[in-house]
């Protein structure tokens, strides 16, 4: 017999539960009607994408893709690549003329196999995977020869060998055999594939859409924080006409400044107002500018400089973001280097002229929407592809994962993954984090109720119940219909486990009048009534 096995979900996923799972509608629901009023649609791209894509988009130094994410080789040659794990693990004996022939074989078996694949374009026609088999064929020839040699008395032999073992093995780890692809983290990167894809540069714009859904990180599984977690993210994009290319290379000059700045202060607002529509408390919106491609260098590299004079007072992280990334220095929260951190340069003092007008601009416009906001020059975010305007929106009940969205402009991102200089901004919330947020604050909801409860009695009795749910359930009441006969009593007392409203109590009695028996389960009141006028009744108290 099969050994009995416990099935649990896998570390840093979780099961989605009703009646959460009501909140986590009501969430959704609450973000499509929002965001409708502000013009957008939604979107839905795939869950997995070429990784090459988040590679470029999100950024290959961060943490996200250097260590996050969930990728995998996607092709149908599972045989040719158990065939490279044995010629990778086998030890190869310069003695062993029988081993040495059977790798040889194996490997020529490989060679043709590979080689076939990428004809027929099965197997990716990379450079890399090119090269690979060059090297591979002729190490596989080469082989077989300076084991000859070696037997035939030609000592040096064995150094050559040994380095075409080595070769060997190198070309085999190389191969691809299909696309890679990963798991998204996060879903800005897919959106603007989209939006290149389907040329929605030629729709009216800007195109302004908006999305929820799975993201995957491999982070380290906390309170608030998953492997798969659930965001709603929202994205403006807008191609910048060519006659102001130019402009838009700098990433948008002065003449843009006022409506970019516009564009973001709609975006927070319509963040804030899909907050207070759920009733999120204790909401903090914090605001920077991190510069463009013009002045943001500048302001780095004198950063690392000031970071490098006091490199002995920071911890390992901070040191070797000195040279990966000296801005992610800011974000530390390690107490040690806050003091530090304090009388570093602020990014707003060495802000270009054009970055500094949109800023200012960008405040204004936030104030004129009435939207409260604290600015934080410390707030970088995490991502590669972010430019001036950045934010982050925090919420109470969280812990130290408080953060439940974050946000910022990103012209240039679109160009970047192939398409025409495009202008962009855009948010992320995280909705595990809200919907945590709201249930702390008891705004979590109560179990799924029932409206009615239809407790019969008798054959002829079954036959109504049935009708009657069909026709309370068309009008879109939550009916709870027994498959069996019940004692009243025990139909009575589950109708109050349920939470339901009423129990429609049908017996030979109600079956012969017409009359129903209705019971309001709060207060025990009992009345007759008709088939209509219990509708009429559900429909006035529900
Ligand atoms: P990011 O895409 O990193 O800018 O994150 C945007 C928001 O997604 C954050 O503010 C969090 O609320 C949420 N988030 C990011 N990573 C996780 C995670 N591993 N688990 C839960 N929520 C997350």
Redesign the pocket.
Known sequence: MAEKKKFQAIKGTRDLLPPETDLWNRVEQTAREVFGTFGFGEIRPPIFEPTELFARAVGGETDIVSKEMYSFEDHDFGELEKLRSVLLIRELELENPQSASLHKGQLTEFNAALEAGMKGRKIPVTPENERALDDLKMHAARIEILRRDYTGGEWQARERFNASVTGIRQALRVVEFGDVISLRP?ATASVCRAYIEHGMHALPQPVKLWYTGPMF?R?RPQK????Q?Y?IGAEVLEMVPSFAAKDAATAGGAKSAPKDAAVDAEVIEMVMAFFARLGLEGVKLEINSIGDRECRPKYVELLRAELLKVKDKLGPDSQRRIETNPLRVLDSKLESEQAIIAGLPKIADHLCANCAAQYAEVKRQLGMRGVAYAENWRLV???DYYMRTTF?ITAQGLGSQN????GGRYDGLVELLGGQPTKGIGF???E??LILSLQEAGKGGTALGRDVFVAWMGEKAQATAIAAAQKLRAAGFRVELPPVEQKFGKALGQADKLGARYALILGDDEIATGQWTVKTLADGSQAKMSEAEFLELLRKSL
């Open positions: 996060e990180r982070e608030g924080r998953y492997r977690f965001q975010r995490g991502l982050e953060a439940v969205c974050g992320a919330i995280g595990d984090r």
